[in-house]
């Protein structure tokens, strides 16, 4: 599901042109994001051979080291989509009733950050490491967000027609 989503990813940062172009490309018959797949696979076999030169553990270090900031950055991305949610109905006319508009995903908000405490304070349990470890584990969530917000102010500013293609529409021609 991960190596999915990141090439997913890689895809749509390409087209929208924060990542190299080739990127881009999909396979001609079934349409997947190869190139950003086999981008991903090679990353990841460097990650998975410095490990392995640096003799770390291959499933209580690299797995779980790996794993757990990503874990927590799909909860952290839950927990702003549905903080997202009635901020964006709060604005536009429609037709939901409040229950899925502002109660769900209020009630889905506030279980989800207590989630995210409960993990963040008892990280150890999930990666068997150190409190310093730990530490630099849940720190990459936020790092990483600071870090796009900060790429995203610079191409507002840097690249405003990179900047305004967020969220757009591939051109027709990245398919092919």
């Known amino acids: 599901a991960f190596h999915n989503a990141i090439n997913r990813y890689g895809l749509a940062l390409a087209e929208e042109g924060i990542l190299p172009r080739a990127l ?14 086999i981008a991903q696979t090679v990353l990841g076999a460097a990650v998975v051979l410095a490990f392995a030169a640096a003799g770390a553990d291959p499933y209580m270090q690299l797995l779980l080291w790996v794993n757990t900031p990503g874990m927590l950055a799909l909860m952290v991305l839950q927990l702003l989509a549905a903080i997202a949610v009635p901020l964006y109905f709060r604005r536009r006319a429609h037709g939901e009733g409040a229950l899925r ?42 790092a990483v967000l600071v870090l796009g917000l900060a790429l995203g102010w610079w191409l507002r500013r840097s690249r405003p027609e990179v900047y305004a293609g967020f969220a757009a529409e591939p051109p027709a021609d990245a398919a092919e």
């Open 101 to 142: 508009t502002v109660v769900a995903p209020i009630a889905a908000a506030v279980l989800l950050t207590g989630a995210i405490a409960l993990v963040v304070t008892h990280l150890d349990q999930f990666t068997g490491a150190s409190t310093t470890v730990n530490t630099v584990l849940a720190a990459i969530v936020p």
């Open 24 to 37: 881009a490309r999909v396979h001609p018959r079934h349409r997947s994001p190869y190139v950003a797949g």
